[in-house]
């Protein structure tokens, strides 16, 4: 058997209250590797056509083969179903210490079936999943079920859980953890909630039971790894790469000085007052402690503390695509309410990114008069913005339009075109017209707008694996298909993103191959994200989203950008497409038959 693995999965079923156990299939596991890739085959053989909220969806909460050993940047779990917000196929990842400690009890995976009658969580130790009641659970914030839970089942129990939003079916509710990572895009949440289950409990066992097969290309795989991500040139650097010293965050100052920060729902491209909640300035203000997730040296988490009506708020933490989203998106550069905002979408368990996309959307059309100002809301107004993401966590007023997510809402209003969007789910922290790989990147993800797909700001403003010009749309398509497959692989392994800042293909080869037992090449591993990624439009086509799907808002094509190194252009999509699909061997967006049966999918 292939090393790394636990060799069994759950099947549960919450409408029978039953659980069984099998093994995957090495051949599934060769194929599609495990967090993600795997995730998505047990998706797509559950079938594209389920309605996302129904018992009838699989929710996947999936681990990888290096999941709970000491792989650098291991520690990362994938949650895999059919999204409620897109209808696409979506896979959403936490980082902090869950997935090991449910590799280390045992699972590779978890398949979720079902609805319960009543509330109920998942206990998972032992190699054993126990469903228990949750009635006195139902109704609390994710904070508060983290410590009931932990006060249950010990404090070397891992819980995820979702909280009033994922309970009222809020289509973009995220799943926590402990230390406030988040499950957060595509509502995977809100799936959950459907199924009446609050939470998971991981209680870790051996955790030296996974041992890699071959011990010394292990060693020698992995301290090449950690060579790179020390590396003092890499932005992963521990105490010393910008990842490291200002977290996520690093970047809200980098993207504003270029003209591709997105502010007042993108009608600008940069914003002067942005700085202020920008990671320097979180570090220099609020920062309590740099925290840091399973296997990793690069500690890009930040634990804050603010002070609000004279108490002290600590939690976890102002990443750059919430800061931006609940700040300078809406027209707030306020640092304390800016970064109580972020806490309440932890503690309802709500999507940071589209939650801000609907506040600044709700106050472009209270700005345009669409919406009155009695209903709306101001730019800047962010103890406004507070008081909404309240309402949209438990569908009060407007807040139950919104809690549709931004296309949905803005559709529902009259003015699909203020929703920044891309298959249902909102934009992230990057403006396309100032980084033109966004612009293909966000158009053709399988999962809607997205940057994680194919991260192409890694080469636009890092220079990895090489520079390429922000503003250069030639080449993107090629950049943004190379990034999307090997994300693919590395979601599936389950690694950190942010390792690909420091690592590339013939790493992550090496250390499959040492771990696992199965000689893989950097080519091989290209191929098998191309076969995910493939199997993810296929699903999505066979779903709804056929021909012409692949769009970016009319905002980007034809209002210019107004500031920054970006002045004057607009995204130039339909070259991109063009070269894109040619690359990928799609028609118009389609997976041909052919292209199917040349990766193994049929």
Same mark, same amino acid.
């Given at each position: ?7 069994? +999965? ?11 156990? =099998?093994?995957?299939?090495? =051949? ?15 998706? #797509? ?12 969806? +699989? ?6 083969? +290096? ?34 400690? *449910? ?16 509330? %109920? ?8 999943? $126990? ?40 289509? #973009? ?31 870790? /066992? ?68 942005? /700085? ?38 600590? #939690? ?33 368990? *709500? ?11 709700? *106050? ?10 009695? $209903? ?37 209003? /009259?003015?699909? =075109? ?19 790989? *966004? ?49 693919? #692989? ?29 000689? %893989? ?42 500031? /920054? ?28 038959? =052919? ?8």
């Amino acid at each position: 058997m292939l090393k790394g693995y636990a060799h069994r +999965l759950a099947k549960i079923d919450l409408s029978t209250g039953t659980v069984e156990y =099998e093994a995957p299939k090495e =051949e599934d596991l060769k194929k599609y590797i495990g967090g993600r890739g795997l995730g998505v085959k047990y998706v #797509f053989e559950n079938g594209p056509g389920v309605d996302p909220l129904s018992p009838e969806n +699989l929710l996947a909460v999936m681990t990888g083969p +290096l999941t709970g050993t000491q792989a650098k940047m291991s520690g990362r779990l994938a949650v895999v179903t059919k999204s409620p917000l897109t209808g696409t196929v979506t896979d959403s990842h936490m980082g902090g210490w869950t997935a090991a400690k *449910m590799k280390w009890a045992g699972f590779d995976g978890l398949l979720i079936k079902g609805a319960a009658e009543k509330p %109920v969580y998942l206990l998972v130790q032992d190699g054993q999943v $126990e469903i228990k009641d949750a009635s006195d659970l139902w109704g609390k914030t994710t904070h508060e079920t983290h410590e009931i839970l932990r006060k249950r089942h010990g404090e070397d129990a891992d819980v995820m859980a979702i909280g009033p939003a994922g309970e009222n079916l809020v289509k #973009f509710a995220a799943w926590l953890n402990n230390d406030e990572r988040a499950s957060g895009r595509g509502g995977t949440g809100a799936v959950a909630g459907s199924k009446k289950l609050k939470a998971i409990v991981m209680v870790p /066992g051996d955790k030296g039971v996974y041992q890699p097969a071959d011990k010394a290309a292990w060693h020698e795989a992995d301290q090449r790894a950690l060579a790179t991500i020390m590396d003092e040139n890499n932005v992963t650097a521990p105490r010393k790469g910008g990842l490291s010293v200002y977290g996520t965050n690093v970047l809200m100052n980098i993207t504003n000085s270029i003209g591709a920060l997105p502010t007042f729902n993108a009608q600008h491209t940069s914003w002067e007052p942005a /700085g202020e909640v920008s990671g320097e300035a979180v570090r220099e203000h609020i920062l309590v402690k740099d925290n840091t997730c399973h296997a990793c040296p690069v500690a890009c988490k930040k634990m804050v503390e603010i002070h609000l009506n004279g108490k002290p708020i600590r #939690f976890e933490s102002v990443e750059y695509e919430s800061a931006w989203s609940l700040g300078p998106d809406a027209g707030s550069a306020d640092r304390t309410w800016v970064s109580y905002a972020i806490y309440l979408c932890n503690a309802f368990g *709500m999507d940071t990114i589209e939650a801000g996309n609907v506040i600044a959307s709700l *106050m472009e059309a209270t700005e345009k008069g669409y919406v009155s100002e009695q $209903e709306g809301l101001k730019f800047g107004d962010v103890q406004g913005e507070c008081q909404f993401l309240e309402m949209i966590a438990h569908r009060q007023g407007l807040g139950d339009k919104a809690a549709e997510g931004t296309a949905k809402f803005m559709k529902a209003i /009259g003015h699909p =075109e203020l929703a920044m969007e891309v298959k249902g789910q909102a934009i992230p922290a990057y403006d396309p017209r100032g980084l033109k790989g *966004m612009g293909i990147a966000y158009a053709t993800s399988n999962r809607g707008a997205c940057h994680l797909r194919a991260y192409t700001p890694a080469s636009e403003l890092l220079g990895v694996p090489f520079k390429t010009d922000p503003i250069e749309w030639r080449g993107k398509a090629e950049l943004t298909k190379t990034f999307q497959d090997l994300s693919a #692989f590395t979601d599936s392994m389950d690694l950190c993103k942010f390792s690909q800042f420091a690592e590339g293909p013939e790493e992550y080869a090496d250390q499959y191959t040492a771990y696992t037992g199965m000689k %893989v090449t950097p080519d091989d591993i290209m191929k098998i994200g191309e076969r995910i990624y493939n199997l993810e439009r296929y699903f999505n086509n066979q779903a709804g989203w056929a021909e012409g799907s692949d769009y970016l808002p009319e905002r980007f094509l034809k209002e210019p950008s107004d500031s /920054g190194g970006s002045k004057g252009q607009v995204t130039e999509l339909d070259e991109m497409l063009a070269e894109y699909y040619q690359l990928r061997g799609w028609k118009d967006g389609v997976v041909p038959e =052919e292209k199917l049966k040349e990766l193994g999918i049929l």
